[in-house]
């Protein structure tokens, strides 16, 4: 099986800053590509960053400049960083985890429980 553990969330003022941290551990072959997800109150779950195991990365447009997705392939770990944090961003945020199962290749994704973000105006 796959474990996929989130950490970092927690309160903080419009303004500040938080880290999400996030591991995935398991009898997998590879860790393909990595994302961070979030679900606010009566919304639907929406991609925040997301990155590929070569480091590209891909932002919403309203995190773009504020968040930024990096990820430790030896540690088969993602991490965001997220700045100048907004009220709007309140929400939980999910970690999601392709791995790569031997011997044929095949693809499937993980996620993780949340953590949940919460910014005060």
């Known amino acids: 099986q796959v474990q996929v553990v989130e950490s970092g969330g927690g309160l903080v003022q419009a303004g500040g800053s938080l880290r999400l941290s996030c591991a995935a551990s398991?009898?997998?072959?590879?860790?393909?590509?990595m994302g961070w997800y979030r679900q606010a109150p009566g919304r639907q779950r929406e991609m925040v960053a997301m990155?590929?195991?070569?480091?590209?990365?891909d932002y919403e447009n309203s995190v773009k400049g504020r968040f930024t997705i990096s990820r430790d392939n030896a540690k088969n770990s993602v991490y965001l960083q997220m700045n100048n944090l907004k009220p709007e961003d309140t929400a939980v945020y999910y970690c999601?985890?392709?791995?790569?199962?031997?011997?044929?290749?095949?693809?499937?994704?993980?996620w993780g429980q949340g953590t949940q973000v919460t910014v005060s105006s």
């Open positions: 990155i590929t195991n070569s480091s590209f990365a």
């Open positions: 999601k985890v392709w791995v790569v199962w031997m011997p044929d290749f095949r693809q499937d994704y993980y």
């Open positions: 398991g009898s997998f072959f590879a860790v393909d590509i």
